[in-house]
C-alpha cells in the first residue's frame, strides 16, 4: 500500500497546463460562449498525468458514502475509472470493483451495454471529465437504473460553475433532476485563485467577467 498523498488541486492545474489539458485565451463553446479557457481531460493521456487524476478522483471517493461500484461512461470515462480502481487499491487500500458501457450493445460473448462489475443492487458512483449539457451522464443513469443499479453520485475533475440554459449550472440541473450528488476535484474558482496567485492579471480579468456574465 503506497502512503496516501492528498490531491492538490493547485498541482493538478499545474499539471493540466503543462500538458495542454487546460489553455487560457479566447475559445468558442458548442453553446457558442466565448470562453477565456478551455479544459480537454482527453489529453491527461500518459502514466503521470492520468495517475493523478485517478489519485484526485480516488481521494475523494474515500470521503463519499455507498461507493458499492465505480462507473466509467464510455468512452472518455474508461481509463479514469480503471485507472481511479487501482488508485483506491494501491493508495487507499480499497478494492472497489469497477465498470464501464458501451455505446452500441454486442448480441455474442459478454452480451448487452454493461462491461465490467455487476450493478444489480448496488450503490454506483459515475466518474467523468466534466458535465456540459449533462445528455451523457442522463443517459448513462438511465442505462444502470434499468440495469437494477441505485445512483450514489457522480465524480467529475471540473465544475465550470456557469449556468446551463436557465439559472442554474448544468451540474445543478443534474443534482435538482436526478437528485444525486455531483463532486468536482477542481472549479473555476480553483482556476482564478491560480490565477491571482501567479499575478496573471489579464487571464484573471478575463475569467471574473466570464463568471459575472455567466457564473452562477
Known sequence: MTTPVS?????????????????????????????????????????????????????????????DVIFGPAYKGIPFVAATAVALSQVHNKSVPWGFNRK???????????????????????????????TAIREVVTILKNAGATIAGVLVALDRQERGQGELSAIQEVQKELEIPVH?????????????????????????????????
Open 7 to 67: 490531491f492538490n488541486p493547485q498541482a493538478f492545474i499545474e499539471l493540466a497546463l503543462s500538458r495542454g489539458v487546460l489553455k487560457f485565451g479566447e475559445f468558442t463553446l458548442k453553446s457558442g460562449r466565448v470562453s477565456p479557457y478551455f479544459f480537454n481531460a482527453g489529453l491527461l493521456n500518459d502514466g503521470e498525468a492520468l495517475s493523478l487524476l485517478a489519485q484526485g478522483y480516488a481521494d475523494k471517493l474515500t470521503q463519499c458514502e455507498n461507493v
Open 104 to 134: 452500441e450493445a454486442k448480441d455474442h460473448g459478454e452480451g448487452g451495454v454493461l462491461v465490467g462489475a455487476a450493478v444489480e443492487g448496488k450503490k454506483v458512483w459515475i466518474i467523468d471529465d466534466v458535465i456540459t449539457a449533462g
Open 184 to 216: 468536482a476535484l477542481i472549479t473555476m474558482k480553483d482556476l482564478m485563485d491560480y490565477l491571482e496567485a501567479k499575478g496573471e492579471k489579464e487571464a484573471l480579468a478575463n475569467m471574473q467577467a466570464y463568471r459575472e456574465k455567466y457564473g452562477i
